[in-house]
């Protein structure tokens, strides 16, 4: 099976905990594509669900394909949400933001009593920090921002390139309207430290660092679908 073909087996093995009537968090990217068309196919065979979109571009798709929506403001508790990563520690902290929602994805996944993670198992580390970290930056102040970012890094042993996202000629712009930057910092031992860091700065909006919100991650490879459990 190549990656997409597992992507779509571990969302396949996520539907098995998405009950009658529940309220769900919808992530963003491939692999929360993949549980949304399964998700569709379920409700147009019955199944009664609220989805709360951590994107446009989720709910985008989700209108197209029949998952009836809610907002976070309608639905403020959740019962379960969904979402892909771009890596997952054994202990179950993430990187995500490769798509550029994780500042939705993190409030919906803490407005959540449970998130389940989807992934292939090529998303699977010992240490975060081989994908580059996304840092969701207001625009104002975009150089001093960065250069604080810098230094707190540097005063945890961290260094490396860190590149304003952009499409095409033209910075990404996320949901919210702010910038990313994707920093480079190599492997990241202490998650907690960086984390704490980088919230200290004001032009800091959120980082795609995800420390204690994942309950579980199914991860499908070549050998079969495993299910993770936070400790
Ligand atoms: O901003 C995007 C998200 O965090 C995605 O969930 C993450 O990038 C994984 O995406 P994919 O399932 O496409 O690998």
Redesign the pocket.
Known sequence: MNASEL?VEAARAALAHVGDGMRLGI??????EAFVRLLAEKVAGGLTVIGVPTSERTAALCLEVGVPLSTLDDTPELDLTI????EIDPDLSLI???????LR?KIVAAASHRMIVI?DASKIVDTLGRFPLPIEVNKFGLRATELAIAAAAENLGLSGPVALRMTGAAPFVTDGGHFILDASFGRIPDTRALSNALHAIPGVVEH?LFIGLASAAIVAGSDGIKTVHAR
Request: no cysteine; charged share 25%.
């Open positions: 992507k992530g963003t990217g491939s692999t929360a979402d892909g990563a771009d995500k933001g490769g798509g550029g929602a994780l994805e992934a795609g």
